[in-house]
């Protein structure tokens, strides 16, 4: 039992990895790879979201695919960064501080999971367990980017493990999507556009794009970029012609943005009740 209670921090794996790849990995070309992030910092809408997208990859994502070291990555990010210019430096900041938010809230659930108590039966282990992950998540004091990684462990655990998911770790989720928090309804709709919900809680275009489409405007810069990479997951559509850096200023984004809503309108009457593969 405690083996299959313990598949709940599988998300770790991310940690193992970026600390991992810091101390492994060789130097591949380090000086190289800054400076083509920073380019693509500097570039247009698509370059910076290209080059956004490689950072918080290389980071807390596919670290181990990689030669160079995400520490060494971020140091050479930070200090030449600058020499680019304000704009460059202050969408590096941003990234990086991303990254940031993530290993720090990462670092307090997995504390906060492995810290409860794993006496009586499976099923109340599992409800044990679920419980910090879901007060955590419906908290609207918590940080979009701790709520987010909560929902995240939820939905791979309530995947990959049918007793998890008859203790209830199959609940929270799609509540998420009704609640009148919109912070809540937004992690629902993220969740729900990467198909991290159960098949037969499969929600609607309807529910999920109008709060990815809101989630562009967010004030959190990670609530930003996830809602663009849900957009861009769930309606296929092009970079070049759909983007939104979540790097910029409100009034920067607004293109973008209304890009987006325009293709909601175009496409809404056709899909708005069609089922979002899970």
């Excluded at 600058?82 to 504390?111: C, H």
């Excluded at 070049?240 to 984004?253: H, K, L």
Aim: with cysteine; proline share 5%.
């Amino acid at each position: 039992m405690t083996r299959a209670i313990d598949r709940l921090l599988c998300v770790a794996l991310v940690g193992v990895a970026i600390t991992a790849g810091a101390a492994r990995a060789q130097p591949a070309d380090v000086p190289a790879t800054v400076e083509r992030l920073l380019q693509g910092f500097g570039a247009g809408c698509p370059q910076r979201w290209r080059a956004t997208e490689e950072v918080t990859d290389r980071m807390i994502g596919q670290v181990m695919k990689y030669g160079e070291p995400g520490v060494a990555l971020s140091a050479g990010l930070r200090e030449r960064a600058a020499s680019k210019g304000t704009a460059v430096e202050r969408r590096v900041q941003a990234v990086l501080k991303n990254v940031a938010d993530f290993e720090q809230a990462f670092a307090r659930l997995t504390k906060t999971s492995e810290s409860v108590d794993r006496s009586g039966t499976e099923r109340e282990v599992w409800r044990k367990v679920l419980s910090p992950l879901t007060k955590a998540l419906e908290d609207p004091a918590e940080t979009f980017t701790r709520r987010r990684l909560a929902a995240a462990m939820i939905s791979e655990v309530s995947q990959q493990s049918r007793p998890a998911a008859e203790a209830g770790w199959d609940q929270p989720l799609p509540r998420l999507l009704a609640s009148s928090d919109p912070t809540a309804r937004l992690i629902g709709s993220v969740i729900a556009a990467s198909g991290g919900l159960l098949p037969r809680q499969a929600p609607t275009h309807g529910q999920v794009v109008p709060e990815l489409l809101r989630g562009l405007d967010a004030d959190s810069f990670a609530a930003r970029y996830d809602s663009t990479r849900a957009l861009l997951k769930l309606s296929q559509q092009s970079l070049d012609r759909f983007c939104v850096d979540p790097s910029d200023e409100g009034a920067d984004r607004a293109a973008g943005v209304r890009t987006w809503q325009a293709w909601w309108q175009q496409n809404k009457a056709r899909t708005a009740n069609e089922l979002i593969p899970q």
